[in-house]
């Protein structure tokens, strides 16, 4: 194939969001935990602003951080889910964690937030998250991976900067991913607090 039909092809996958997409920082102006968090960044075409970090805390253990970028502020689960345009979520290792554990602790999350038919209905989707994450093996302090969703193509999972091809197409994962830190019964109360904009003092 021409190099000049290649390098057009790849520029259209990237325009469909289907290759790993920027999330640039514009500012760095938030700290968590030592780890620094872009107050901005662009994802898709569209300005994504920090709504809101925190950090998941495992008994007196500092686990990871998370950030949740929206390209408007919400305070709310309904309102991150109304929310348009493209999201994400930043999650930064903050202790040595065996990776398959984390996916079958984000599954039993996720499931912990749905009802069982919504649950039913993504289950080749969480099973395909967790081996995503299996094949790591091991995430270590300092890795970092997010999900963003992107309009039009949906949910990608980047981990250690390498993009998770193809995104899941199925809509409602991102929020069903969500509701592990925002749901009804989030992983920790005052990550979900943090993440809305509204951390405990």
Request: charged letters at 20%; one cysteine or more.
């Amino acid at each position: 194939m021409p190099f000049a039909t290649t390098r057009r092809s790849a520029l259209q996958l990237m325009a469909a969001g289907l290759c790993l997409p920027a999330a640039l920082p514009a500012a760095h102006g938030a700290e968590v935990a030592g780890v620094p968090l872009p107050d901005v960044l662009q994802l898709g075409g569209s300005t994504l602003r920090l709504n809101g970090a925190g950090i998941r805390f495992k008994a007196v253990f500092k686990v990871y951080t998370a950030g949740l970028y929206l390209t408007q502020p919400a305070s709310t689960f309904a309102q991150v889910r109304s929310t348009p345009g493209p999201k994400s979520m930043h999650i930064t290792m903050l202790r040595d964690i065996d990776a398959t554990e984390l996916g079958k602790l984000f599954s039993q999350g996720i499931q912990d937030n749905l009802e069982r038919g919504a649950f039913g209905r993504i289950i080749p989707d969480v099973a395909r998250m967790g081996e995503i994450f299996a094949r790591y093996r091991q995430l270590r302090s300092g890795d970092a991976f997010r999900i963003d969703w992107l309009p039009g193509s949906g949910t990608l999972i980047t981990v250690r900067n390498e993009a998770q091809n193809p995104p899941f197409a199925e809509a409602a994962f991102f929020d069903a991913l969500l509701g592990i830190w925002l749901g009804p019964h989030p992983a920790e109360g005052s990550l979900k607090d943090a993440l809305l904009g509204h951390p405990r003092t």
